[in-house]
């Protein structure tokens, strides 16, 4: 379990660096990343 949050977290952090260009583009893929890791500890 703790391994699937790991690798997401990782993946989200990995999007966020490449994809967000501004203040309001990095809240959105943080606020995205973490859905995702609370969906998955669902």
Not at 26 to 37: C, E, F, H, I, M
């Amino acid at each position: 379990m703790i391994r699937k949050i790991a690798t997401v977290a990782l993946l989200g952090t990995m999007l966020a660096t490449a994809a967000c260009n501004t203040v309001r583009g990095a809240g959105r893929d943080v606020q995205s990343v973490g859905k995702t890791v609370e969906k998955t500890t669902n």
